[in-house]
């Protein structure tokens, strides 16, 4: 206890400094990913909480990476679609972190070594590919039945890549311009050239392309307002009055879908999909 003590004690500045970057870019990352899985915004915010806090201190490793992940969004959303409602989800949840928590102390992660690399590569790479394919009509400002449609074959014959093509029809040119800049940004701020001046090396390309993103919407709506974004584009984050307004933010699982065998089947991905990625990830 005494060593940790003095470990914190000598490592607090650079720890806060170095939480402070985290922080920023785990922000609009557990916002995406909550956007992503259909899932509650505020849900995003708590993932991120817990996996920062809880993880941090209960578990021994000097690294580890918690909070909400791109490779389980398709789960979750395509979870609840199934099961009908996300307090269901969160049942579904429960047992998937129960389940890795009995393989951790089972020391399960050699099994890992049995599976070849590239299906584990070729699994998270696909559901990357779709997460990809079902946010681009969001790039161009235009939201439909199709991005909620987690399979590449829809229900009326068309495919992904076909309704794709419908989106230029009502293609927004504000939300295009912003997304062309934010790619930018983020594939440009990496380059050498770049991280030789101090800012651009401690300063997180996503957070700058959320902050350039937010000044050119606002310039949007000040001089070029049929460039500007309405309120279905933008992320809406709950604000609470009250505390007892914002203790209704909170959604507890509902146990009555214990029974449903899919909660199981669903428990299962999760903890499949997650704990490879964590493995992938030492």
Known sequence: MKENIEFIKKHFVTDISAGLVVFLIA????????????????????????????????????????????????????????????????????????????????????VA???????IKGILASIGLILILKQIPHAFGVAGAFERVESFQNYDGTNTFTELLKIFKEISYGATIITIASLIIIIGWDRPALKRFTFFKFFPSAL??????????????????????????????????????FANFFQFPDFSVIGNVDVYTIALSIAFIASLESLLST
Do not use: H, R, W
């Open 27 to 110: 922000l609009p990352l557990c916002l995406g990913i909550s956007l992503a899985s259909g899932a509650p915004l505020f849900s995003g915010i708590i993932a991120g909480i817990i996996g920062g806090i809880v993880v941090g201190f209960s578990s021994n490793s000097s690294i580890n990476v918690s909070g909400p992940a791109a490779s389980v969004a398709l789960i979750i959303f395509t979870a609840i679609q199934t099961l009908g409602s996300f307090e269901a989800v969160l049942v579904a949840v429960i047992f998937a972190g129960l389940l890795q928590i009995a393989l951790g102390y089972l020391k399960a992660g050699t």
């Open 113 to 119: 070594y049995f599976f070849p690399n590239a299906m």
């Open 208 to 245: 700058a392309a959320v902050v350039i993103s937010i000044f050119l919407n606002e310039f949007f709506k000040f001089y070029l307002p049929d460039f500007a974004l309405d309120s279905s584009q933008l992320v809406n984050l709950p604000v609470a009055d009250s505390i007892g307004e």
